[in-house]
């Protein structure tokens, strides 16, 4: 039996955090419901659990709270910041709100260099986040550390299972951080620490088939890694039960298709068809300039060649998807709606609910950075690995106007001499995106002793940790203006280069 972490989700920004970080220390770990019930939560059979902090107040009338039984039950809990008041309010300690509360970088002096403060000296630098804070232990309880502005930065109970921290030990900037939650799986709570990604992938394998049985499966492959780790998985597992499907659209980028088709057919030897859709994408979208209509265009057009192609498949019951675990948590409301309201994540496009199939989502437990080490325990080549996110409406978005069959060949030759480039810069790994955009404008140059009047391409390169913000890389001239050269002189129909110097927000990481 595995040793599972239950984090109760108080609709803190860094509940998932805190999973990776345990996830990090060899302990599977589950985002839970509050509102899960004392059976329901005894039914995981944790081994510890950490309740999360959370924007809301535990003085506000209807604020989250959590099944008072839990609290007595005998597994060790770690609260942190909401969690820890809750965890003093329920037990009859007092919360008031503070003066002015307690934000940023903190001090605090520990009274008791032992269980989650092991080995620790004061002062002990934190990061604070809060408004109100606990100003009486419950009963059982004793005061474990403070800071000048808040006398209780951390309590235990009388046995020392039950923790209660003020400060975030999940974010970098507090140093000892990781060392206090290590101290709390493995010193408090006993954990073994004996999950790994081989033992995941055994147990993945042996779900797979119990799910399945004789059945058929179908999988869309997008070019993008969840896909591509989804369909090894299930393929090392069932083998020919499972038909790959590729959509070829036309709107990859340069090499992509060959790329795919080489390895799933090649190397992996899928039962694996690829769809030459190119010529009913583009016709769909000619004459289209709009961003929204054009996204909506390619997703319905996915859905039909699709739809076509299930049809034509012996009867599959299942459809397997890359979904993956952060699509999980955040389709669930932190406040408490019921498990069933877990959407299924179309990362295929979008198909509609009369293809009547159940999904296959091998994957849903996983972060991304997981999936990669599961894809490199399967085999899977680096470069697909490491791959950049790539739009699911692919090129179309990059290219600003209408899309035709020539500028997508322009936008293509163009955007992999961006490639090329940056790959060579040694800042890559700092990149999250680079790529090149089509403007619909003309500008005037010179060739040689010809004038020309042809397309910019704009280049978009930007360092970002989640997609949310952005910010555009200072890339070296240097590296500028060997891009800006290359496509000039390489690339038939643009005579200018210009940089992006937007970040997100305002602008977005894609022009539309
Ligand atoms: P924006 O442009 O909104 O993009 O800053 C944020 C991230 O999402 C990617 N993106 C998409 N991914 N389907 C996807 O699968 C889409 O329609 C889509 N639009 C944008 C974008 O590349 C960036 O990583």
């Known amino acids: 039996m595995k040793e599972l972490v239950a984090v109760f989700d108080f609709g803190s920004q860094y509940s998932q955090l805190i999973a990776r970080r345990i996830r990090e220390m060899g302990v599977y770990c589950e985002i839970v419901r509050h509102t899960i019930s004392e059976d329901e939560l005894l039914q995981l059979d944790p081994i510890a659990i950490v309740l999360s902090g959370g924007p809301a107040s535990v003085l506000e009338p209807d604020h989250p709270s959590m099944d008072r039984e839990i609290l007595s039950l005998d597994i060790p809990i770690l609260g942190i910041c909401y ?121 993945s394998v042996k779900r797979i088939r119990d799910t399945v049985g004789e059945a058929n ?41 060959d790329d795919i088709r080489t390895l799933f057919t090649e190397d992996y030897k899928l039962d694996f068809r690829i769809v030459d859709a190119r010529a009913r994408f583009v016709d769909a979208l000619r004459g289209v300039t709009d961003p929204e209509t054009k996204r909506k265009i390619i997703g319905e057009t996915f859905i039909d060649v699709f739809s ?6 012996e009867s599959a019951r299942f459809l397997a998807q890359g979904t993956l675990y952060p699509d999980v948590v955040e389709s669930q409301s932190a406040h408490g709606g019921p498990s069933s309201t877990i959407k299924s994540h179309h990362n295929v496009g979008g198909l509609p609910e009369d293809l009547n199939f159940e999904l296959l989502e091998p994957l849903r437990e996983l972060f991304k950075d997981e999936v990669r080490v599961l894809g490199r325990e399967l085999g899977l080549p680096e470069s697909l690995l490491m791959r950049q996110p790539f739009p699911g409406p692919g090129l179309a978005v990059r290219i600003i106007g209408e899309v035709t069959e020539e500028s997508l060949a322009v936008l293509r030759d163009a955007d992999v001499i961006v490639q090329e480039e940056v790959m060579a810069y040694e800042g890559y790994g700092d990149i999250w995106q680079s790529f090149a955009v089509l403007l619909p404008v003309k500008s005037v140059g010179v060739m040689g002793d010809e004038r020309t009047y042809a397309n910019v391409v704009a280049l978009r390169i930007v360092a970002s940790l989640d997609a949310m913000t952005a910010d555009w890389v200072k890339l070296p001239y240097e590296v500028l203006g060997n891009i800006s050269s290359r496509i000039i002189n390489e690339v038939r129909g643009v005579n200018r280069v210009v940089y992006d110097i937007s970040s997100k927000p305002p602008s977005t990481i894609e022009w539309e």
Request: glycine share 14%; net charge negative; hydrophobic share 40%.
């Open 217 to 257: 499966v179908i999988c869309g492959l997008s070019g993008g890694v969840d896909s591509a780790v989804a369909a090894a998985r299930i393929n090392s597992a069932i083998g020919s039960q499972m038909k790959a499907i590729f959509v070829d659209n036309g709107l990859l980028r340069k090499g992509e298709v």
């Open 83 to 203: 969690g820890m008041q809750l965890m003093a309010q329920m037990q009859g300690g007092v919360v008031k709100k503070g003066r002015s509360g307690e934000y940023g970088p903190a001090s605090i002096e520990i009274t008791r260099s032992a269980g989650i403060f092991q080995d620790m000296e004061s002062p002990l630098h934190v990061w604070m986040s809060h408004g109100d804070h606990v100003t009486d232990v419950p009963e059982g309880f004793q005061v474990l550390a403070s800071t000048r502005d808040c006398p209780i930065a951390s309590m235990v109970d009388d046995g020392g299972k039950r923790y209660g921290i003020q400060f975030h030990p999940e974010v970098v900037h507090t140093p000892k951080g990781v060392e206090i939650i290590r101290n709390f799986l493995f010193h408090v709570a006993g954990c073994t620490g004996d999950w790994t990604m081989g033992r995941f992938a055994e147990e």
């Open 308 to 313: 076509d192609e299930a049809a034509n498949m």
